[in-house]
């Protein structure tokens, strides 16, 4: 199965101590985890995402399915992941939705704190991605050891280590 990974900003990625995003081949070193490709689609704060921006993010994951790739995970900023999801699971297709996987993942703490979620959550997400019987699911959220289908989620807690809930509702779309 090959997978993709999509970057696009947000406390996943960003160092404190240099003031800067981390590419996508760093997250996958920190996270000790390897993808068959990798893309820095964007640096932006998930709050400062305009429309445009994730329709970017919609046609990248699209384009990588379309390349060949079973699964895609994109690493986005938490204020807006629900939001960026949901869009892309509508944007999906039935035949992109039956053979593919797109998981979504970020994290509440900066990427160089001593107790950083990131590299746990972009593990988690690579391990559900590689997931097969789990086709036909949409776009979801793979957060805190919890998956959510995106047509559910919801960011809960600004500061709790578990930010997306999705209540007793499936963990997929269909």
Do not use: C
């Not at 998930?46 to 329709?55: A, F, M, P």
């Not at 390349?67 to 869009?87: F, K, N, P, R």
């Not at 999906?92 to 996987?101: C, F, K, Q």
């Amino acid at each position: 199965m090959t997978t993709a990974l999509i970057t696009t900003g947000g406390t996943i990625g960003w160092s404190t101590g240099e003031q800067r995003m981390l590419s996508g081949d760093e997250l996958t070193t920190n996270a000790n985890v390897t993808f068959d490709s990798v893309t820095d689609l964007l640096a932006i704060p998930s709050w400062d995402l305009s429309i445009t921006d994730v329709l970017t993010i919609v046609a990248a994951v699209l384009a990588a399915i379309d390349a060949g790739h079973q699964s895609v995970i994109v690493t986005h900023g938490t204020d807006t992941m629900e939001e960026s999801a949901w869009l892309t699971d509508l944007l999906l297709g039935a035949e992109r939705r039956a053979t593919s996987r797109v998981i979504f993942t970020g994290a509440m703490r900066f990427s160089d704190d001593d107790d950083s979620d990131g590299p746990a959550n972009l593990k988690y997400a690579l391990n559900q991605a590689m997931q097969t019987q789990h086709s036909n699911q949409g776009a979801q959220i793979a957060f805190a050891g919890k998956l959510h289908a995106a047509r559910w989620a919801g960011k809960i807690d600004a500061s709790s280590l578990d930010a997306f809930a999705s209540g007793s509702r499936p963990a997929s779309s269909g």
